[in-house]
C-alpha cells in the first residue's frame, strides 16, 4: 500500500543529544513537509522541499536539520540547540502539478518526542 | 501574514444531531485554497474536505459540508447526523496557490460526539 512511513513512533532524548526523526514515502511525491504540533495547538511548519536536493526552512527552523538525499526519503534531525523539543511531529507529502488545484497533503502517522 | 483563527477551542454535539465549527483567516492573496483537516485520538490527520477560494459552489463531502464566504474570509465546517467516530480535533487550513503546499493551520476545535 502506498503511504507514508514515520518511525519511531516514540523517541526519547537525553539533554545535549541529537536525535532523527524518519520519514518515508512511496507514493512518488516531490514535496515534503515536517510540522510540530504541541499540546492545543494547530501544526507549524520547521521545514519543507519541494524536490531532491532542496529544501527551505518553514515558520520554526532554529534547532532541527533536515536532508532531501532521495525522493522518497525527509529525515528530520532535533539538534540539541532546540531547547524545547517535547512535540508530536509530523510528515508529509504532496504531488506537484503544474495544475495546482489538485494538490493535498498526505500526513504520516507522526513521532512523539520526550526529553528524558 | 497569513493567519487562521478557529475561536471555538471546544464544543460537543449528541449523536445525529448537526454541529458547526467556525474558522476564520485573514490574507491580501485572491487566490487560495482552505481546508479542514481531522486527527482522531490516533492522532493521525485525516483531510475531510477541500474549498478553492474561486469557485462559488460550497464544498460537500457526504456528511460534512461548509460555509464558504470569501468576503467575510470565513470558512466553517457543517457535520450532520453526527457519528461517535467523528469524535476528534478538527483543524482548518489554508493555503495560497504561490506556496506550494505550505499549509497554514488553526489551533484547533476538540470535537465531542455523545451517544
Known amino acids: 500500500d502506498g503511504g507514508i512511513t514515520q518511525s519511531p513512533k516514540y523517541l526519547f532524548r537525553k539533554e545535549g543529544q541529537n536525535v532523527t526523526l524518519s520519514c518515508e514515502q512511496n507514493?512518488?511525491?516531490?514535496?515534503m513537509y515536517w510540522y510540530r504540533q504541541d499540546p492545543g495547538q494547530g501544526l507549524r511548519l520547521i521545514y519543507y522541499?519541494?524536490?531532491?536536493?532542496?529544501?527551505q526552512k518553514g515558520d520554526i527552523a532554529e534547532g532541527y536539520s533536515v536532508s532531501r538525499e532521495k525522493k522518497e526519503s525527509f529525515p528530520l534531525t532535533v539538534t540539541s540547540a532546540q531547547k524545547n523539543p517535547t512535540a508530536f511531529y509530523l510528515c508529509?507529502?504532496?504531488?506537484?502539478?503544474?495544475?495546482?488545484?489538485?494538490?493535498?497533503?498526505?500526513f504520516g502517522s507522526g513521532t512523539q518526542l520526550s526529553v528524558l | 501574514a497569513q493567519t487562521v483563527t478557529q475561536s471555538q477551542p471546544e464544543m460537543s454535539v449528541q449523536e445525529a444531531e448537526t454541529v458547526t465549527l467556525s474558522c476564520t483567516y485573514d490574507?491580501?492573496?485572491?487566490?487560495?485554497?482552505l481546508f479542514w483537516y481531522k486527527q482522531p485520538p490516533s492522532r493521525q490527520m485525516i483531510l475531510v474536505i477541500r474549498?478553492?477560494?474561486?469557485?462559488?459552489q460550497n464544498a460537500t463531502e457526504n456528511r460534512f459540508s461548509v460555509n464558504f464566504q470569501k468576503a467575510a474570509k470565513s470558512f466553517s465546517l457543517k457535520i450532520s447526523d453526527s457519528q461517535l467516530g467523528d469524535t476528534a480535533m478538527y483543524f482548518c487550513?489554508?493555503?495560497?496557490?504561490?506556496?506550494?503546499?505550505?499549509?497554514?493551520f488553526g489551533q484547533g476545535t476538540e470535537l465531542s460526539v455523545k451517544p
Open positions: 508529509a507529502s504532496s504531488i506537484r502539478t503544474f495544475l495546482f488545484y489538485n494538490e493535498k497533503l498526505f
Open positions: 507514493l512518488n511525491h516531490d514535496a
Open positions: 522541499s519541494q524536490i531532491v536536493n532542496d529544501f
Open positions: 490574507t491580501s492573496e485572491n487566490n487560495y485554497y
Open positions: 474549498q478553492e477560494a474561486y469557485k462559488q
Open positions: 487550513a489554508f493555503m495560497t496557490a504561490n506556496q506550494g503546499g505550505k499549509l497554514i
